[in-house]
């Protein structure tokens, strides 16, 4: 899974990202100290592994990952080059999601790129930024299909396409406020790779004080929190300072730094989990003594295809695959008692997999 992080300079974006990732991109207290879009992997945490890897006596534990990309602070006319100009836009059209970090904090010596803390109007700016780009390469394509149109019935239904979509763009409206039921035009409209498209979830970067009650008495989050409601996003509460400290500890002062602060996970775990829920992922297991794996797939995918994931000849040869569920399988204590519970099941072709399956797969190629 990959994911941008964009904002406007000043609002702790960076600061965020090297917490998250330990990469150590450069953060300081002006617009543009970002010029290259950083990446970093971050390992997802996920306690299922560590007791299965005890289980099995297992030589090696790889749980899923995620790739972060740090896009430069965004100000107004990025994409017509002001700032760092458009380029870094680009970064992101292959992202799966856009991470949206929003200033809800006062701090009088970091200074705002507009002069004032206002969440819901750095959201409306970096969301013109993106409705720009994407009318950017709306135009583009317009000019390439208008040639061929002509002459081209394919051509022609996507032309109209492209302007009704450009229209809805110029409306102020984001992307995936915009639908068709047509499968040709759903086609195109997914091969244009839209930043307005893409899945958002809100950072709403607070002070420590507001971290205790998860930003509930702070004004700015709330206004985050109703428009993230209309616009079917995920919002997260994160102090970014706080995340850097943590991203300094190991795990045991980790667990003893957020009981201190009452809080029960970080804002790593906080992200990963708005992550999943908005892309609809869940992980699928597969455990030996070799190694201990964590496999992300979508929601409601069949078992042939999440065998896919792991090599495309497991899901061409698919036979079947043997199934135990996490939690059946500790209240057993081990495969074998699980197994003569009747727990451990054969599934086909057709079965979903589930978030927690521990899975063997049988094929032939």
Excluded at 52 to 59: A, F, I, Q, V
Excluded at 112 to 139: A, C, Q, Y
Aim: aromatic letters at 6%.
């Amino acid at each position: 899974m990959k994911l941008g992080i964009v904002g406007l300079p000043n609002v702790g974006k960076s600061t965020l990202f090297n917490s998250l990732t330990k990469a150590g991109a450069e953060s300081a207290n002006y617009p543009f100290c970002t010029i290259d879009p950083n990446v970093g992997v971050v390992t997802v945490p996920d306690k299922r592994l560590d007791v299965l890897g005890e289980m099995y006596h297992t030589k090696k534990i790889v749980p899923a990952a995620i790739e972060f990309v740090d896009i430069a602070g965004l100000v107004k006319g990025a994409s017509k080059g002001e700032g760092l100009g458009n380029q870094f836009l680009a970064n992101i059209r292959e992202v799966d999601a856009i991470v949206h970090v929003v200033r809800c904090f006062e701090d009088s010596n970091i200074v705002h790129v507009d002069g004032s803390i206002d969440p819901l109007r750095d959201i409306e700016t970096i969301n013109l930024e993106l409705i720009f780009s994407d009318l950017e390469i709306l135009e583009r394509r317009i000019a390439k299909t208008v040639k061929v149109a002509r002459n081209d019935k394919s051509a022609a239904k996507e032309l109209g396409l492209l302007e009704r979509i450009k229209a809805h763009l110029e409306e102020n409206k984001m992307g995936k406020s915009f639908s068709t039921d047509d499968d040709d035009e759903q086609e195109w409209l997914e091969s244009y790779n839209l930043l307005t498209r893409k899945p958002v979830i809100f950072a709403a970067n607070v002070t420590e004080d507001d971290l205790a009650d998860d930003g509930a008495s702070n004004t700015g989050v709330k206004a985050v929190r109703e428009y993230a409601e209309q616009e079917e996003c995920e919002v997260f509460v994160v102090c970014a300072q706080i995340e850097q400290e943590i991203a300094e500890l190991d795990d045991e002062e980790k667990k003893m730094f957020l009981e201190d602060l009452g809080l029960e996970e970080s804002g790593l775990e906080k992200l990963i989990k708005a992550s999943y829920h908005l892309l609809g992922l869940i992980s699928y297991l597969t455990a030996g003594e070799p190694e201990v794996r964590a496999w992300t797939i979508k929601r409601g995918t069949k078992a042939p295809q999440a065998a896919g994931k792991i090599h495309s000849d497991f899901e061409r040869g698919f036979i079947r695959a043997e199934i135990v569920s996490y939690d059946d399988l500790m209240a057993c204590g081990t495969h074998a008692a699980a197994k003569e519970k009747g727990l451990v099941r054969l599934e086909g072709k057709e079965y979903v997999v589930q978030d927690g399956d521990i899975i063997l797969f049988r094929f032939n190629v």
